[in-house]
């Protein structure tokens, strides 16, 4: 298949697919007679792993590791799984950052009372800080 197909079979830009060949995720394709590029369903399943890594939320050189594992089946997947484990520490801290930055803006938005802006509390908390913090110890 051409590159154009490869792309929408697996939903990714053809720029993509090519920055991918350049730093060594997806490998270099046959070439056809006409100097097209001709991929295969090897490249397909791998471009899938590599879109679906990504859309975890998995690095490049996660997904380097990753790939590295799966090209090697006899290896242990130890790596795999330290990788993995890993990145669910770092989604767990994401998570919860999110949630402080969530109860923070909930206590801000809290403090509204409507008026003119120049007396906005959200303004005011925004600007100093320790207004919110004073707040809710």
Known sequence: ??????????GTH???????ERIGLLPAPDR??????????AHRAR????????ELGF?????RSLLDLSDHPARDCGEADRIASTH?????????????????LERIVGRCRGGLAGDCRVIEALGDHRLCAADHP
């Open 1 to 10: 298949m051409k590159i154009g197909e490869l792309a929408r079979a697996t």
């Open 14 to 20: 053809i720029e993509t697919i090519r920055y991918y």
């Open 32 to 41: 056809t007679a006409a100097n097209y590029r001709s991929y295969g369903d």
């Open 47 to 54: 471009l899938s792993f590599v879109r679906h890594s990504r």
């Open 59 to 63: 690095t490049i050189d996660e997904i």
């Open 88 to 104: 669910l520490e770092q989604v767990e801290g994401k998570i919860a950052q999110l949630a402080a930055l969530r109860d923070e």
